[in-house]
């Protein structure tokens, strides 16, 4: 796998990123910064929470295939070298569900996308660790080895994505969206996942909620640069794997 060869086009139309539009929350002193890369699926979540909030990021390209990510200052700022990594104005963080979270609850208009009752946000979060802990765990399982080493597609790793996909269907039963009545950051976070599946040409097709919830926060997330951010860079991620 190489991310380099799709840094210029991807670096391009991620700079459309500083054109997200202020929607009269509160505003951080200084844009945020992103350490990011344009195929990294936890990126991706990052830079299209902060399009829905209207938050404008200076987004800093890290090359995780250059080592930019080990350098010594990278490490003094997140000793774990992972991205997305987030400076707020001094402020650190990493960790992309903790990053969405963080920026919807500090500049986020209302509570829409991050609800403040108690049971609403424990969903929202229920969802979040449902997607890192087992759906994007197990699309990573089966993926990152293909596109890593170019080992070969395994049925069993396949079955447990399937597994999960039928739990996320089961779940979302009878609701527009994964936790509830409106989009939140949940809703981000699995569509991220759930696109870079459908850029792998998973076949999720026999799972009705999900494809009609996938249409449906495509849709939603459509004036917010989604084809351009996130659609975008999942075909890219794709795309290594189809070289290898
Ligand atoms: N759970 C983390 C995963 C972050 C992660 O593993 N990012 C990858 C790129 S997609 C990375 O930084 N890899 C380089 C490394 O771990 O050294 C998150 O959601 O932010």
Redesign the pocket.
């Known amino acids: 796998m190489n991310y380099l060869g799709v840094f210029t086009v991807l670096y391009v139309t991620s700079i459309g990123n500083a054109a997200a539009r202020s929607k009269g929350g509160k505003m951080p002193s200084q844009a945020i910064k992103l350490y990011y890369?344009p195929?990294?699926?936890?990126?991706r979540?990052?830079m299209m929470t902060a399009r829905v909030i209207g938050l404008e990021l200076d987004l800093v390209l890290t090359n995780?295939m250059k080592g930019e990510?080990?350098t010594p200052e990278y490490l003094k700022m997140n000793p774990?070298?992972?991205?997305?990594t987030i400076d707020d104005n001094g402020f650190i963080l990493?960790?992309?569900?903790a990053?969405m979270s963080y920026l919807a609850n500090a500049y986020g208009r209302d509570g829409s996308l991050y609800p403040k009752n108690p049971r609403l946000r424990a969903i929202v979060d229920q969802r979040l660790q449902f997607d890192?802990g087992t759906l994007?765990s197990r699309y990573s399982a089966l993926y990152a080895p293909m596109l890593m080493r170019g080992e070969p597609y395994n049925e069993e790793l396949a079955a447990k994505v399937t597994e999960a996909v039928a739990w996320l269907n089961t779940l979302i039963e009878g609701k527009p969206f994964v936790a509830g009545d409106n989009m939140t950051i949940a809703d981000i976070s699995i569509v991220v996942t759930i696109s870079s599946l459908d850029a792998f040409n998973f076949d999720f097709s026999a799972y009705d909620n999900v494809s009609k919830w996938y249409e449906r926060t495509q849709k939603e997330l459509e004036p917010y640069g989604y084809e351009e951010i996130n659609k975008a860079g999942a075909q890219q991620l794709a795309s290594f794997l189809k070289k290898n």
């Open positions: 890369l195929p990294s699926p936890p990126c979540a990052v995780i990510h080990l774990q070298h992972t991205i997305p990493w960790e992309s569900r990053i890192v994007f």
